[in-house]
């Protein structure tokens, strides 16, 4: 493997998506209380992602469970998605990040963030556009459930994720250091 041709900075996190249903504004005549139906079902599916804040260039994939067998599968699906590039990716302190087992491919450097700080983290702001897709719907399973993700997840283009995951922050950073 040839490493090396351009190392780059990826944001990574997961995000649990349910059958509940996600509530949120409605546009409504004034003085109307908005009206919608809603379910509790607390059945969830998970969907694991990274970004890269930079040029919004992304990979997201669903999983069942949120543990270190998926986030091993998760990081053997995002390597030889850049094969000749170094990955530099910043994430949170879950166990599962950190479990003995996993084998980092060698493409992947993992950074992680202080503790308790998921405002460093600008995937969060994509999991926020995607649920606020995903507002008052029912679906009747999870897989009508992971449809309508999909849908979602598909209308996100680079530019859309690059808009809302762009920190002026980490662009600096970036600049200077020239990844």
Not at 65 to 82: A, D, G, R, T
Request: hydrophobic share 40%; proline share 5%; glycine share 6%.
């Amino acid at each position: 493997m040839g490493l090396g041709n351009s190392v780059r900075f990826f944001c990574q996190d997961e995000t649990r998506i349910g059958l509940k249903t996600i509530s949120g504004r409605k546009i409504t005549l004034r003085g109307v209380k908005p009206y919608g139906q809603v379910q509790g079902k607390f059945k969830a599916t998970y969907i694991y992602g990274v970004i890269e804040p930079k040029t919004g260039k992304h990979f997201f994939y669903k999983f069942t469970h949120l543990n270190s067998q998926c986030f091993q599968i998760f990081l053997e699906l995002v390597s030889p998605k850049y094969p000749e590039d170094i990955l530099i990716i910043q994430l949170d302190n879950g166990g599962f990040h950190k479990a003995k087992k996993l084998k980092i491919p060698q493409n992947i450097i993992l950074m992680f963030q202080p503790s308790h700080s998921p405002e460093t983290n600008p995937i969060e702001q994509v999991w926020q556009y995607l649920k606020r897709g995903l507002r008052w719907q029912l679906p009747a399973n999870l897989d009508e459930l992971r449809v309508l993700i999909s849908q979602q997840l598909e209308r996100m283009s680079n530019e859309v994720i690059a808009s809302s995951a762009a920190r002026a922050y980490i662009l600096d950073a970036l600049s200077v250091v020239e990844i």
